[in-house]
């Protein structure tokens, strides 16, 4: 089945993205090295040569292709700052690479191959060599031993005798082929880099989020206790002082710290209130911006919703925010999450919410779905919850229709 453009996309604005892109990058160098063993094998098996050099450059090729596997992945770790500069492995993959352009020269000179096996033979081995350097080292010096080894491999082979056409074609060909992977290379890390420094701004985006919510829950509690405490602090510190003197305005003080606590009661009733009442829109559109900012693609259908009571949009307001909550804390690797309002015939309200990256264990024991489950009985509604394989998880909430009328 082929996966579109978008498709892959897609899978990449999930949690696990940037681990999924670094496997991508893994694997486009070990498709590299497959790809120059491959070369070396058609440059064996084509070659005149005698099967004592051939053996020999089969050999150093197989080994110089390891090697090149091994330097990718560790300069891939330095630059996402995960791993040590991979220095010595450099020095051993310049020697090596040194060492097989010199054999080839000696090979030309000494006429075991022809101009054609020389030509080829240093444009593969230049061209797969430049990537890796360029990553593991800085650009500077990167570029400079690149093209300190290009320029010495390509005097070489000019002075073991390589005529001129095939001489302009194994420099023409390496100054394309040359710079062209040591800055493909270098877009490849930064590539990867630039995910992950995405991914991580996503989650430190939603903890702002949380972090700002609880500030202003903050704001409001210290906005309508702060004066209220204050004044009773007061009043109680005044009625302790008069009821010493055995003075009857304690007793009106004392009213007065009543009736402040009282009000304070209420107010904050009136302030929790905007906590414990979820609106249905405003969950839906929480949702969405909560789990978009946490790298997991959400889809909305609002179905029914405008019509819906109060009371039904506060009940299934909060299975919202509890299954969002499930989401974001058990769903490892979740990348898509839908939510779904319907009816299910004439007599019920359908609200499902369904999302990847599920633990085989769901969460099914907590005190969150517990709770929900005693708000949809007041309403004579059910809450089922459903493990599908594939690693999805399924949260249903019913509720009677004939409630809602």
Not at 99 to 114: N, P, Y
Not at 136 to 145: I, Y
Not at 225 to 235: D, E, I, P
Not at 348 to 370: I, K, Y
Request: aromatic share 6%; proline share 4%; charged share 20%.
């Amino acid at each position: 089945m082929s996966v579109s453009v978008e498709d892959w996309v897609e899978r990449l604005a999930g949690q696990d993205g940037p681990e999924r892109y670094r496997r991508y990058a893994v694997g486009s160098v070990g498709f590299l090295a497959v790809s120059e063993v491959g070369l070396w094998t058609i440059w064996v098996i084509q070659s005149d040569g005698a099967g004592a050099v051939l053996a020999i450059v089969a050999a150093l090729g197989a080994v110089h292709a390891a090697i090149q596997f091994m330097l990718w992945r560790s300069a891939l770790r330095h630059y996402l700052t995960v791993g040590p500069r991979p220095v010595r492995l450099v020095g051993v993959y310049t020697a090596l690479t040194v060492v097989m352009a010199a054999l080839g020269c000696v090979l030309l000179s000494s006429g075991r191959i022809d101009d054609g096996d020389l030509t080829s033979y240093t444009v593969w081995l230049l061209m797969f060599w430049a990537g890796p350097p360029a990553l593991a080292l800085s650009v500077r010096r990167g570029a400079a031993l690149v093209a300190v080894v290009a320029v010495a491999s390509l005097v070489g082979v000019g002075v073991a005798g390589l005529p001129g056409p095939s001489l302009v074609l194994a420099v023409s060909a390496s100054l394309f082929m040359v710079p062209f992977m040591g800055v493909a290379s270098r877009a490849s890390g930064w590539s990867v880099r630039l995910i992950e420094q995405l991914a991580s701004a996503r989650q430190t985006e939603a903890r702002l989020a949380v972090a700002e919510e609880r500030l202003r829950f903050g704001r409001d509690l210290h906005d309508v206790l702060g004066r209220n405490l204050a004044v009773v602090a007061l009043k109680s510190e005044l009625a302790a002082q008069l009821a010493r003197r055995g003075r009857p305005e304690a007793v009106e003080h004392m009213e007065e710290v009543q009736r402040i606590a009282q009000e304070s009661q209420r107010e904050i009733r009136s302030v929790v209130r905007g906590y414990r009442t979820a609106d249905l829109h405003t969950e839906l559109a929480g949702a969405r911006s909560v789990l978009e900012a946490a790298g997991i693609d959400c889809r909305i259908e609002y179905g029914p919703a405008a019509r819906l009571p109060s009371d039904v949009q506060s009940a299934l307001g909060w299975v919202v925010r509890e299954g969002t909550t499930n989401v974001l804390r058990h769903a490892q690797g979740a990348s898509s999450c839908t939510l779904s309002l319907r009816t299910a015939g004439p007599t019920a309200a359908l609200l499902v919410m369904e999302n990847d990256g599920a633990s085989d264990t769901p969460p099914g024991g907590g005190t969150g779905l517990a709770g929900l489950r005693e708000r949809l009985t007041g309403l004579n509604g059910t809450l089922t919850t459903e493990q599908i394989p594939g690693g999805r998880f399924r949260l249903t909430a019913r509720v009677p229709w004939e409630e809602c009328t």
